[in-house]
């Protein structure tokens, strides 16, 4: 009867395929919404983790916790190095850990900060060692993986936190080296090229007191036999730049810190304080309205599809009542041809899911390869999740009952009549 289906549906090819293909865009919509929506809400609530506060310059919060714990937007601007002492300093804080932001190489931006940012994150150590002095740097693993970064390369950082930023010069009178590779931790960390905060200054021939502990790593000797151009020849406070800080990444040590800390850095200094939660929740369910919405018209689509199905099969049904009374006089028993119509419903909804399912995971793998937020989202397209199984299962409910109908015709069918109104 498999066998007799498939024939079937191949006499009517035009409607088959239509059919199939209104089923395939449905659940190919109904599987991006549910990858993305998964994959944006874990990947947010695994690099923001652990971090309480992000202080940063005014603006917009939601860009400040971008730009600083997800790294796909522009910071909002820097702020007084010795902010982060104060901020040490609380009783209240438990992890203080400084970003410098400013430059990319290939695409992967280059963060200024401590070790302690990457063991914040559970990074270890795969190969070489963690930086030490300025101009070192540690890969994260999808850096390493895709720059194909070797231990003692040299590579020089770009103006700019994207590849189509800036005036696309290198700074060739700083080239970083790498000295260490980190392991895949799943978070941002992986996307990203650590070094100093020393480094991001000479890089922009910022000059800096060497003797500011600002880390939690041992000092180093900074070589400044680099020309860094004109502008550092300038005396202090006739436009040489200053040492700042594009972030600061907060850990409270106790319940007291979330209310007086956030309080206080708004109200008494010119920097923000935004928290993670409150800003991933506002994106989250600025996302969630129009993903629902558009979950909606999916369904609506399916249902479509379904109701497609019911007219074709209803139709055929019809219009084959002579070779469905033949089967019966040829042995064939209710059952067997009331299961033949089922099956043509069955395999067009099948046939739609296999190719939404792979529609849907080639365009998730075109996306991250074409859209840079999406790949710095670590959107992957090779994760399958449960729930793209019930999104099958429902569409194979769906060719079931759109089957039903149809199919029930063959218990009303009178041989005798039929057989000798089609002789």
């Known amino acids: 009867m498999f066998g007799l289906a498939l024939a079937y549906l191949r006499d009517r090819s035009l409607t088959t395929g239509l059919?199939?293909?209104?089923?395939?865009?449905?659940?190919?919509?109904?599987?991006?919404?549910?990858?993305?929506?998964?994959?944006?809400?874990?990947?947010?609530?695994?690099?923001?983790?652990?971090?309480?506060?992000?202080?940063?310059?005014?603006?917009?919060?939601?860009?400040?916790i971008l730009s600083s714990i997800f790294h796909i937007d522009?910071?909002?601007?820097?702020?007084?190095?010795?902010?982060?002492?104060?901020?040490?300093?609380d009783p209240a804080v438990k992890v203080a850990i400084p970003?410098?932001?400013?430059?990319?190489?290939?695409?992967?931006?280059?963060?200024?900060?401590?070790?302690?940012?990457?063991?914040?994150?559970?990074?270890?150590?795969?190969?070489?060692?963690?930086?030490?002095?300025?101009?070192?740097?540690?890969?994260?693993?999808?850096?390493?993986?895709?720059?194909?970064?070797?231990?003692?390369?040299?590579?020089?950082?770009?103006?700019?936190l994207e590849t189509d930023e800036g005036d696309g010069q290198g700074h060739d009178h700083a080239p970083f080296e790498t000295v260490g590779i980190?392991?895949?931790?799943?978070?941002?960390?992986?996307?990203?090229?650590?070094?100093?905060v020393e480094s991001v200054w000479d890089v922009h021939g910022i000059e800096h007191d060497h003797g500011h502990d600002h880390s939690d790593q041992p000092k180093a000797v900074?070589?400044?036999?680099?020309?860094?151009?004109?502008?550092?020849?300038?005396?202090?406070?006739?436009?040489?730049?200053?040492?700042?800080?594009?972030?600061?990444?907060?850990?409270?040590?106790?319940?007291?810190?979330a209310i007086r800390i956030p309080a206080m850095i708004n109200r008494q200094t010119?920097?923000?304080?935004?928290t993670p939660a409150v800003e991933t929740a506002r994106l989250l369910a600025l996302f969630g309205a129009g993903i629902e919405g558009a979950r909606i018209f999916a369904w609506i689509l399916a249902a479509t599809g379904g109701l497609a199905i019911f007219i074709a099969l209803?139709?055929?049904?019809?219009?084959?009542?002579?070779?469905?009374?033949?089967?019966r006089v040829m042995g064939a028993s209710k059952p067997q041809v009331f299961g033949t119509i089922l099956l043509e419903g069955l395999i067009t909804a099948a046939a739609g899911a296999t190719?939404?399912?792979?529609?849907?995971?080639?365009?998730?793998?075109?996306?991250?390869?074409?859209?840079?937020?999406?790949?710095?989202l670590g959107l992957s397209a090779t994760q399958f999740l449960p729930a793209e199984l019930g999104i099958v299962a429902a569409v194979l409910f769906i060719g079931i009952i759109a089957a039903l109908v149809p199919a029930a015709r063959v218990f009303r069918i009178n041989l005798a009549n039929t057989l000798a109104r089609t002789s």
């Open 19 to 64: 059919n199939i293909l209104l089923l395939g865009i449905s659940v190919a919509m109904l599987v991006l919404l549910v990858q993305f929506g998964n994959q944006l809400s874990s990947r947010l609530d695994r690099d923001a983790q652990g971090i309480d506060l992000v202080v940063g310059a005014k603006g917009s919060p939601l860009q400040l």
């Open 74 to 89: 522009q910071p909002t601007g820097n702020i007084p190095l010795d902010s982060l002492d104060r901020l040490r300093g």
């Open 99 to 160: 970003l410098a932001l400013g430059d990319n190489f290939d695409g992967y931006r280059i963060v200024g900060t401590d070790a302690s940012y990457a063991t914040f994150y559970g990074g270890e150590i795969a190969q070489g060692q963690m930086f030490e002095k300025p101009m070192d740097a540690v890969m994260g693993a999808a850096v390493a993986k895709t720059t194909g970064a070797q231990l003692g390369q040299q590579f020089i950082g770009s103006h700019g």
């Open 182 to 196: 980190l392991a895949p931790t799943g978070t941002v960390v992986d996307r990203l090229i650590l070094t100093s």
């Open 222 to 257: 900074h070589d400044h036999g680099h020309n860094h151009g004109a502008d550092d020849a300038a005396p202090s406070g006739a436009g040489q730049l200053q040492p700042e800080l594009t972030a600061i990444l907060v850990s409270y040590r106790n319940a007291a810190g």
């Open 270 to 274: 010119e920097m923000q304080a935004a």
């Open 314 to 327: 209803l139709n055929m049904a019809r219009a084959r009542e002579g070779d469905l009374a033949l089967l």
């Open 355 to 376: 190719l939404g399912l792979a529609a849907a995971h080639g365009a998730l793998f075109v996306a991250g390869r074409s859209f840079q937020t999406l790949s710095d």
